[in-house]
């Protein structure tokens, strides 16, 4: 399917800005509207990417962006799906797109944060397993990085420094990108003096939580041809899929998986693909491509190891050969695949209702040529893959 | 009042029905009487298995015993609601441990005294009860894993 393309793309960068989360969207949401050469007023769908942490205005953000770009009538959603929140919103915006409803919808995520580790929702609320993890257990988010990280060590002979060398990959990839929040070069020793937070993770290999925006202009093919949009770039797939039962890998905010024992979904069994294989999976097979296919991959590295099992998990290499892909630079730019060339969330830090759009903002600037010094050379392919919190899929797949 | 009595009295589970507190303690799941799934923590109203209606449970007790899939600890003091035992955070561990009857991994800390350099994947594991808090009226329970002394090495 590439009925649908990319018009324009715009951010407002990332950091600990400590203003309005608006500010950030309409910054990024007016950046996308001129790189389309889009007028707002011709805009006929606003989809908001919604935050939970900015009261009302945040969980009805299709609305407050909407409104602070001014009222025009248009059609209006918005969506929350934690990290993948922006993803749904760009998948609901396609959705109206194709269905013929309208022909230029405008996608918008944008954020701002509270310093330190991501919390759950203020009072008592013993019914919400993302409260009561923190109060039974103290699991925060970085205990369940590193329970991956730790189980790589265990099964693949992954270690300490080959988490750091993605670190300081990622910080080297980040260095130039003006809209990244973190723009250090870190050595392999510099990282593996950090302090450990959650035992095999240190404190710069877990993403930090960061103000930012980001927006995407989505518009019908024909359109783009009428209006002249250069250089568009096609939607090739989004997926928004959910795990299939029964859920056998431990998933944040979750305190156990799924029985394996239990019988699958299908009737008549068979194996269960597992979610974070399935995400993508779904992405390839909508959009007739393979991981072979790929120029580049932006992944969500919540952790300097979860970068490794994506590796995994897009298709880029089996089970257990992620490490080797790394120190054989296939990863890097100028490699056979680079991942997060944008510095990824090591240097973003995480913008959550921005985040997935602000993996298709890097992708789409690769796919034009217009990434400057961490431009994948003759980029014609490009993933996202991110997981929202409770079961939520996103990937994009986007092309020349 | 005996001491035992108002021991029993101010030690009480940080939330009911999860887990029981006898001599061999054990994970407090239940089982769709429809299609047969374990579910911890306990389903309630509907069953999760896609190809199943069942809206009834019976309680049912987990494996006490376990193999460590995979373990951490907290380092830095974790946000509320988690609530500290002292007044100075002491660092604690986790681990997520793979049941083999139920074929389940249930996440838990660690056992009071044991840290990271303690555990390896694959290790033989014991369901515990141990303090997780305080306030002035309770010193509430949680289920913890401890490393089995005379655990054998998957």
Same mark, same amino acid.
Request: net charge negative; hydrophobic share 40%.
């Given at each position: 399917m590439s009925d649908v393309v990319v018009a324009g793309v715009g951010m407002h960068p990332w950091g600990k800005w400590g203003r309005n989360f608006v500010e950030y969207g309409i910054v990024a949401a007016r950046a996308a509207l001129a790189d389309a050469g889009v007028d707002y007023r011709d805009v006929q769908f606003v989809s908001g990417a919604d935050t939970v942490r900015n009261g009302y205005p945040g969980y009805v953000a299709g609305a407050t962006f909407a409104q602070a770009l001014g009222w025009t009538g248009a059609r209006v959603a918005s969506s929350y799906a934690a990290c993948a929140s922006g993803a749904t919103a760009l998948e609901?915006?396609?959705?109206?797109?194709?269905?013929?409803?309208?022909?230029?919808?405008?996608?918008?995520?944008?954020?701002?944060?509270?310093?330190?580790?991501?919390?759950?929702?203020?009072?008592?609320?013993?019914?919400?397993?993302?409260?009561?993890r923190f109060r039974l257990l103290g699991a925060t988010?970085?205990?369940?990085?590193?329970?991956?990280?730790?189980?790589?060590?265990?099964?693949?002979?992954?270690?300490?420094?080959?988490?750091?060398?993605v670190r300081a990959k990622n910080a080297r990839h980040g260095l130039e990108n003006p809209n990244a929040r973190y723009r250090k070069d870190f050595s392999v020793d510099d990282i593996l003096a950090s302090p450990m937070v959650a035992d095999p993770l240190r404190l710069v290999e877990i993403c930090a939580?960061?103000?930012?925006?980001?927006?995407?202009v989505l518009t019908s093919a024909d359109y783009a041809v009428k209006q002249g949009v250069a250089r568009p770039v096609k939607v090739r797939a989004v997926s928004t899929v959910t795990p299939a039962f029964p859920q056998t890998v431990i998933e944040m905010p979750h305190f156990a998986t799924d029985s394996g024992a239990a019988a699958g979904w299908r009737a008549g069994g068979g194996e269960v693909t597992a979610f974070k294989d399935s995400i993508t999976l779904a992405a390839y097979e909508e959009a007739g491509l393979?991981?072979?296919d790929l120029s580049l991959a932006e992944v969500y590295d919540l952790s300097s190891a979860l970068e490794l099992d994506w590796y995994e998990h897009i298709g880029l290499c089996k089970a257990g050969e992620a490490e080797r892909m790394l120190h054989d630079?296939?990863?890097t730019i100028g490699g056979r695949i680079p991942v997060n060339p944008s510095g990824g969330l090591a240097c973003f830090?995480?913008?959550?209702?921005? +985040?997935?759009?602000?993996?298709?903002?890097?992708?789409?600037? +690769?796919?034009?040529?217009?990434?400057?010094?961490?431009?994948?050379?003759?980029?014609?392919?490009?993933?996202?893959?991110?997981q929202g919190l409770f079961g939520h899929g996103s990937s994009v797949i986007l092309s020349r | 009042m005996s001491d035992t009595a108002f021991e029993q009295d101010r030690r009480t589970p940080a939330i009911e029905g999860w887990f029981t507190t006898d001599a061999e303690p054990s994970l407090l799941g239940n089982r769709c009487t429809t299609c047969g799934?374990?579910?911890?923590?306990?389903?309630?109203?509907?069953?999760?298995?896609?190809?199943?209606?069942?809206?009834?449970?019976?309680?049912?007790?987990?494996?006490?015993?376990?193999?460590?899939?995979?373990?951490?600890?907290?380092?830095?003091?974790?946000?509320?609601p988690y609530i500290p035992r002292a007044a100075e955070f002491a660092p604690f561990a986790l681990a997520a441990v793979e049941l083999s009857d139920e074929q389940m991994v249930v996440l838990g800390q660690i056992a009071e005294g044991y840290g990271v350099s303690d555990l390896h994947v694959g290790q033989e594991v014991e369901l515990v009860i141990e303090d997780l808090y305080s306030d002035d009226d309770h010193d509430y329970v949680v289920y913890k894993w401890k490393p089995v002394a005379d655990g054998s090495t998957a």
């Open positions: 609901v915006a396609r959705a109206e797109i194709l269905a013929g409803r309208c022909d230029v919808a405008l996608v918008v995520g944008a954020d701002t944060t509270p310093k330190g580790f991501l919390a759950p929702t203020a009072g008592e609320r013993p019914d919400d397993p993302d409260w009561l988010n970085p205990t369940y990085f590193a329970l991956y990280a730790r189980r790589r060590m265990a099964l693949y002979g992954a270690t300490e420094r080959d988490f750091a060398e939580t960061s103000d930012g925006g980001a927006a995407v393979g991981p072979e630079g296939d990863t830090g995480e913008a959550v209702p921005a +985040q997935a759009l602000a993996q298709v903002c890097e992708v789409t600037w +690769q796919l034009r040529g217009q990434a400057g010094a961490r431009q994948v050379d003759g980029a014609t392919v490009g993933i996202t893959a991110n | 799934t374990v579910f911890f923590p306990k389903a309630s109203f509907f069953c999760r298995n896609p190809a199943c209606n069942g809206a009834e449970f019976e309680e049912t007790r987990l494996s006490r015993r376990g193999r460590i899939w995979s373990f951490t600890d907290a380092q830095y003091q974790p946000p509320p």
